[in-house]
């Protein structure tokens, strides 16, 4: 903790001055490559300030295949956070990913804790998992509340499977049960994997806070945005940034408060990181080529084709459907197409279902998606739709045609074989009558057979999509 220079009233007044300083990240989704980069910050702000503290929002792991992948998914990055030196991290929807037993493995696995309060083990089990945490530097209290997001079937943004064994409850309620932390801390923070705009709620629900560090959404916050006393940061996603909090305190009250947003990825590599990282990837099988791209594929939607066409190529159907939430990669460059680009694309491994559905259940399942979804337009192979998007935020897209290939209208009352991933056949209504069929064959495992021996595969301009604004 750094002690800045005390004025002369408060010097003559025996007043308490200190400076807490406070890093926030959130959503590194396992990019373990720029973790070099954020050792090197961090000896910088460390070297300075050894009491500075490190915060995570959340959605630390999901997004590496080194990480999501083996025998204990998430538990390589808690290991590279350890050696990060966090101090606290709540907990982000994709926590969950590996279910009940993996993200035991991984709190056990931190030498930080983890903190929320909308979530405990059901059943009397036991969680290495607090609702907060107060950290004391020299004579100042900061307590941290922590939350993760809860979408309207009560489960964090998370395959139903995986949140067994958990109960989750409304943030915005049981974040009062732990008002009473204001009087008995100095600076009061929210550690949270809300979204920006559910962050500007809580500011006006919880005002005691003085600062809430969020995730979710990706949202890049330059410095804070004020609501009302309550500052509030965020750092977009993948290492590309970091939030400096300072906080001046005198007599246990806080005097003044800024935040800054500071990049990351124009610094030096950390060697013993990079180290660590090059050890992490050290997998022979994730490293085997299965063929090439060329030219670089440059939209998500295009990435999206070429996972839809590789379900449709496993099953043998007439379609296939991925939710566009399911595609983790903006982009691919030009060259070869490894087995850890199929578990970059599809970290999440969901099991493929095959059903069947007339037209007219296939138009209302597509148009089901986004809201299930919250990413967008599904992606689509086997068929080319149009659809409109209102304005109006709220408001859902529409559907308004659904053409085969050769621009043949689909039949309302005809039956269409479909694939599609486990995920989308648990959170979709409506869904068809059938209920399908579930392969023993995950999505990253469809697109290793797809690509296997293919050379030089150009995805670069395919859409089957025509979406309009109104």
């Known amino acids: 903790m750094k002690i800045p220079f005390i004025s002369l009233l408060a010097t003559l007044g025996s007043a308490f001055a200190a400076q807490v300083s406070v890093l926030g990240i959130n959503d590194m989704h396992a990019n373990i490559d720029d973790l070099p980069q954020l050792a090197t910050f961090l000896k910088t702000e460390r070297a300075a300030d050894p009491d500075v503290l490190l915060f995570s929002a959340g959605d630390n792991r999901t997004g590496n295949p080194y990480v999501d992948n083996g025998d204990q998914p998430g538990v390589p990055m808690i290991k590279l956070m350890n050696m990060l030196g966090f101090d606290l991290s709540t907990m982000g929807n994709h926590e969950f990913d590996s279910g009940l037993i993996g993200l035991r493995d991984s709190l056990d696995a931190a ?39 809860i979408g309207s079937n009560g489960l964090p943004d998370v395959h139903p499977d995986n949140g067994k064994g958990l109960k989750f409850s409304d943030p915005f309620k049981a974040v009062r049960d732990y008002a009473y932390l204001r009087e008995k801390c100095d600076v009061l923070i929210l550690l949270t994997h809300l979204g920006f705009e559910d962050d500007i709620k809580l500011a006006t629900l919880f005002p005691e806070a003085d600062a809430i560090i969020g995730g979710h959404t990706h949202t890049r916050v330059d410095g804070a945005h004020m609501v009302g006393g309550v500052m509030i940061t965020q750092t977009e996603n993948k290492v590309k ?49 299965l063929g090439s791209v060329k030219p670089a594929i440059t939209r998500r939607e295009s990435l999206g084709c070429l996972m839809a066409d590789s379900l449709r190529a496993y099953a043998k159907t007439d379609v296939a459907v991925v939710n566009f939430g399911n595609v983790r990669l903006e982009e691919f460059p030009e060259g070869p197409f490894i087995v850890a680009d199929c578990y970059r694309l599809d970290p999440f491994c969901n099991k493929t279902v095959v059903f069947k559905a007339t037209g007219k259940e296939l138009t209302d399942f597509l148009n089901a998606i986004p809201s299930s979804d919250h990413h967008g337009a599904p992606c689509v192979s086997g068929i080319r739709y149009k659809a409109v998007k209102p304005a109006a935020e709220l408001q859902p897209m529409r559907i308004t ?20 991933n486990s995920y989308l056949m648990s959170t979709v209504t409506p869904l068809p009558a059938d209920p399908g069929v579930a392969h023993d064959m995950d999505g990253a495992r469809a697109i290793m057979l797809y690509m296997d021996g293919k050379e030089n595969v150009d995805y670069s301009n395919v859409s089957n999509i025509d979406v309009t604004v109104e």
Request: aromatic share 8%.
């Open 241 to 289: 940034y970091i939030t400096r909090l300072t906080f001046d305190v005198e007599d246990g009250k806080i005097v003044s408060k800024k935040a800054e947003l500071i990049p990351l990825r124009e610094l030096a590599k950390d060697a013993d990181m990079q180290a660590a990282v090059d050890t992490t990837k050290a997998s022979p099988y994730m490293q085997r080529r």
């Open 111 to 149: 030498n930080f804790n983890f903190v929320c309060a909308n979530v405990q083990a059901d059943g009397g089990a036991e969680l290495n998992l607090k609702p907060y945490h107060i950290f004391e530097r020299d004579g100042v209290r900061i307590g941290v509340i922590g939350l993760v997001q």
């Open 401 to 420: 045609e659904i053409t085969q290939p050769d621009g043949t209208p689909i039949d309302p009352d005809k039956y269409y074989t479909v694939a599609t």
